[in-house]
């Protein structure tokens, strides 16, 4: 009877979520159901996602530099040296690097992600910083690549590679980050050699082609309590056998210099490759996913100028309170550089 009464209570939230960004198959059985999947729901969710965001981003093309979009609706990301005037670049690192904020710390497998918020505080003690990311260019491949008008999160984040542990890191297996188009993005303040586990990604990836959307078909119909956690809540890993009957290339290791930003549609394949060596990589990361499904370029509050910049805080508040309801914590490590170690 609980169990009656519980599906009775959820099942508007089940049918209102088919609307938005969710994408778990194990935690609403509606989007999980073998029965409405074979019967179309997964691949139509899919296929109206991603003609909204065509659409959306034919109408915001027209400020992007010509030879960062044609790059990016070539391969699904692009790579893009001295994005900072060399000149200036030595100092906004060096000022990065010895900046000190809360900051906090996941472990997975043998690599440890750590993210200090860019908030007020550090965009007031770097001012190289805050004029990077307003500058009109950037913000509109970031808009182009997201399909929306918004204003991503930004943090600086350091991977430290080879810490020991005997688990996997899911960071290293291809995947899709959800079944629509999200931004991310990496400045590189140190160079990024193979050995260093650079960014991968599957080139073209980024298109619904028909072998892409017969392959999200199948894997709509598995039960996902029988995959992987990552893939059963969204996030798909792909094999190199299913790369090849998609008709897509070798994955692309992206090795590059210091001054490097790439941005990436993260609806394609990617993965961070894996180090061969113990290391760090610091990086100013950049993300926006919002609600696929909406027509509209802009209208989103908490892009605005003075709540911006304080919404990563915020968030952090707000999952410190609800624990158990995160697929991924990011507890505090208190106050540190990007470079400190415990």
Do not use: C
Not at 22 to 48: C, E, M, Q, T, Y
Not at 140 to 145: D, I, T, W
């Amino acid at each position: 009877m609980a169990s009656i009464m519980r599906n009775v209570v959820l099942a508007p939230i089940w049918v209102l979520q088919l609307i938005t960004g969710a994408k778990s198959f194990l935690d609403n059985p509606l989007i999980g159901s073998r029965w409405l999947n074979g019967r179309g729901l997964h691949v139509g969710r899919v296929r109206l996602a991603d003609a909204l965001t065509r659409w959306r981003r034919r109408r915001l093309a027209r400020k992007v530099r010509p030879e960062w979009r044609e790059a990016f609706d070539r391969d699904g990301f692009v790579a893009i040296p001295d994005i900072v005037p060399p000149e200036e670049f030595a100092a906004l690192r060096e000022a990065v690097l010895t900046y000190r904020g809360p900051t906090r710390e996941i472990r997975q497998g043998d690599a440890i992600t750590r993210r200090l918020a860019i908030d007020p505080a550090m965009l007031a003690a770097i001012p190289a910083l805050r004029r990077l990311l307003a500058r009109k260019d950037i913000a509109a491949l970031f808009h182009y690549v997201a399909g929306y008008r918004i204003e991503p999160l930004h943090y600086i984040q350091t991977i430290v590679s080879k810490v020991g542990g005997n688990e996997p890191d899911p960071q290293e297996t291809l995947h899709a980050d959800s079944f629509h188009s999200s931004m991310k993005a990496w400045l590189f303040f140190n160079p990024v050699d193979i050995e260093n586990g650079p960014f991968t990604y599957v080139p073209g990836s980024h298109r619904f082609t028909p072998e892409r959307l017969a392959w999200e078909r199948a894997r709509s119909l598995v039960d996902p309590r029988a995959i992987d956690r990552m893939s059963a809540r969204g996030s798909p890993r792909v094999e190199a056998e299913e790369l090849a009957a998609m008709q897509l290339p070798e994955p692309r290791a992206l090795a590059v210099p210091a001054n490097t930003l790439v941005v990436a549609d993260t609806v394609g394949f990617h993965a961070r490759g894996p180090a061969s060596e113990a290391g760090e990589r610091v990086e100013l990361w950049s993300y926006a996913r919002r609600n696929p499904f909406l027509p509209w370029l802009g209208g989103d509050p908490l892009s605005l100028p003075g709540i911006a910049e304080r919404r990563v805080p915020l968030i952090w508040a707000v999952t410190d309170r609800l624990p158990r309801w995160l697929v991924v914590p990011w507890p505090s490590v208190g106050v540190r550089a990007p470079v400190d170690h415990p």
